[in-house]
């Protein structure tokens, strides 16, 4: 009960916190990796369909956090997924207002439904708290085992899109083992 409420709290203040990012046109949509194929090291890919950046953010200790999970009730219908991805945008209060978020690439895998985010942090330690509060909404609609993470910090979104050899397999962060490769790139994907 009190984990449900801390839940409650902590998206609560995220959407406080995104309606003033909105108000001060901080938050925004840009379309540079919209359509761009993701090839994964475990042999799965994902398409990039929306992008959300905090404008003019520092990052002081950049964090790269992997989410990925498969909703129960979307199984493999294109128009639910559709509609799953419109309505998403209505998610965004759920993680842009937390502390130390900076960035993320959604995308998804049609053949399989697995959805991922591919955020940029400000901290390992708020990527890490934000993540837990988001497995625990997550978990109740999703495949059982689906919902995973990954945090790799000291590393910049873009840089591992860039270049995705170099993250360390033993400085992961999470419920994910340094062993699993849905997380890891396996081409870059940017110049």
């Not at 709290?9 to 909105?22: G, Q």
């Not at 002081?60 to 989410?67: D, E, N």
């Amino acid at each position: 009960m009190a984990s449900n409420r801390a839940t409650s709290r902590a998206f609560f203040s995220s959407a406080r916190v995104t309606a003033a990012l909105l108000k001060r046109g901080q938050l925004r949509w840009p379309a540079r990796f919209v359509g761009l194929q993701l090839s994964f090291a475990d042999g799965t890919t994902s398409r990039i369909f929306r992008e959300t950046v905090v404008q003019d953010a520092q990052v002081h200790r950049p964090t790269l956090l992997v989410v990925c999970f498969q909703l129960r009730l979307l199984r493999k219908s294109r128009v639910m997924h559709a509609l799953f991805r419109l309505e998403s945008i209505a998610n965004t209060p759920l993680f842009a207002g937390f502390h130390g978020f900076r960035s993320k690439l959604w995308a998804t895998d049609l053949r399989t439904g697995i959805y991922r985010g591919i955020y940029e942090w400000d901290d390992a330690g708020k990527a890490e708290a934000y993540v837990t509060t988001l497995a625990r909404l997550l978990r109740p609609i999703c495949m059982p085992g689906s919902v995973r993470y990954h945090i790799e910090p000291g590393i910049r979104r873009d840089d591992f899109l860039r270049r995705p050899a170099m993250v360390d397999p033993g400085s992961a962060i999470g419920a994910a083992g340094a062993e699993d490769r849905w997380w890891r790139l396996a081409t870059p994907v940017m110049a």
